[in-house]
């Protein structure tokens, strides 16, 4: 967890004259899973863009050392390509056929769904979509991946199953991931680190580690606190009664590097 | 509550069947209580006879091949130049500025307005008619590919984008498979249009055809003929729109008719 896969320093972007994010530090290391939340329209996606490389940063820089896939909060599928035509989109640099299709089947294996290679995405549930778009994004030799909200419209239990699946699928092939969400639970049960982001112009309130062991329970005390912390940085009204006390030593540590004040 | 089961392909010949025969049977009904004078209003048996005289003589056959052959010269012209046009409008909002307003102004003209021009400019045959097709027609492709164009969403374009999809790959990967869907939508409505200008067209600017079948059925006051032509016309554009309607069943677009 050492190498740093992903490396933002003092970001700050700005739209029109308005300040969106304001001198964002973060790094995130291979096999790290890092949740980024904030209040609506605080601009989590702009530096979810920015991380991938779609807009280059007003101030500041973002290295990336490898390739950066995304997964999007729309349906990012092509609907006229089978699952095996998206997922192979992600295996365009591959020339040669035979290791092409050899990967493609390990991919299928690895989300599950070797039955479904033929079949287009209005023909499989939302979450089977959710883990094609997953393995066209660990395609190749990627080495960041950006999600964007990727289970916000899915149900609750499809949501439950499918971060039981990104966590597994995650654990056979790691990569530094950037997670956006707005489900302070998602944070909690995924990152290994949370960032609280402010209101517009966006920046660090506070981060924190988690190190519990996956699958995680989310009533767990320790997770709790977590959550409780989260909210209690959001502003958010909160009834968690924690019983015990936070264990900042164990399951959270390092909790809240306040972000420095601003002038 | 019970669920609407899809209408099987049999279930959907025999209504359809079912209900043409009961139009039949109306039409014989008012024909027999002759609420229109017989001269005014042909029976369903005169206008069977008159199809087969037509039949016999061949000209119906040649009117066909006729009117076929304007509709597939004009319309194939509007679809080959609209569709790229429609994706220059689409993409650059430099040329979407310089064209819009040209393409609304002509899209509102009846293409009946054009007939004086047409036979000018091209006498009587198969080009006025042809022209006046391509004038119905190629404005609203035009039109309908720039608003399938603008309905792609972007995410399909940030994928393109984060996958190297660039250019004419870009163009033929991404672009045309997305709008495909609602260009085929346009190209059985157009096809529709492309249908009705050619009798009003033939009629004035034709010397064969059905339109001008019907036009000289009418001078000849052989309203029995009228009809035949009308029911031929009607036929072959249900025959021609369900040919289209095959487009809509290709795999790959098959996605945009699911919701």
Known sequence: ?263 | MKSEQPTSYTKAFLLSTACGLAAVGLWSLLSFLELFPRSAFPSPRSVAVGLGEEFRTGRLADDLVASLFRVAAGYTLAVVLSIPLGLALGHRPGVRAALLPAVNFFRSLSPLAWIPFAILWFGIGDLPVVFLIFMATFFPLVLATLAAVANVPAVYFQVAHEYGFRGVELLTRITLPAIMPQVITALRVTGGMAWLVLVAAEMIAGRDGLGFAIWDARNGLRLDLLVCGMVVIGLTGVILDWLLSLLAKLPGVRWGYEH
């Open chain 1, 1 to 263: 967890m050492n190498i740093k896969t992903l490396v933002v320093r003092d970001v700050s972007h700005s739209f029109g004259g308005a300040l969106v994010l304001d001198r964002i530090t973060l790094e995130v290391a291979s096999g790290e899973v890092v949740a980024l939340i904030g209040p609506s329209g605080c601009g989590k996606t702009t530096l979810l863009r920015l991380l991938s490389g779609f807009y280059g940063p007003g101030l500041g820089s973002v290295e990336r050392h490898g390739s950066t896939r995304m997964i999007y909060q729309q349906d990012g599928l092509l609907p006229w390509l089978t699952v095996a035509g998206n997922i192979s989109l992600g295996l365009r640099h591959v020339t040669d056929a035979a290791t092409r299709a050899e990967q493609l089947a390990r991919l299928l294996k690895l989300i599950r769904l070797q039955g479904f290679a033929r079949l287009y995405p209005h023909q499989l549930s939302g979450g089977m979509r959710q883990r094609v778009e997953l393995a066209r994004a660990l395609a190749g030799d990627t080495n960041v991946l950006l999600m964007d909200e990727p289970f916000s419209s899915l149900d609750y239990q499809t949501r439950a199953r499918m971060r039981h699946e990104l966590t597994r699928v995650l654990a056979l092939r790691p990569v530094a991931v950037v997670l956006v969400t707005h489900d302070i639970e998602e944070a909690v049960l995924l990152a290994d680190r949370v960032v609280v982001l402010s209101e517009r112009p966006a920046r660090i309130l506070c981060e924190l580690r988690l190190d519990a062991e996956h699958p995680r329970d989310v009533t767990s005390t320790p997770l709790r606190a977590a959550m409780k912390s989260i909210l209690k940085h959001l502003a958010l009204p909160h009834d968690f009664d924690v019983d015990a006390p936070m264990d900042e030593g164990d399951a959270i540590s390092g909790v809240e590097r306040e972000a420095e004040a601003r002038p």
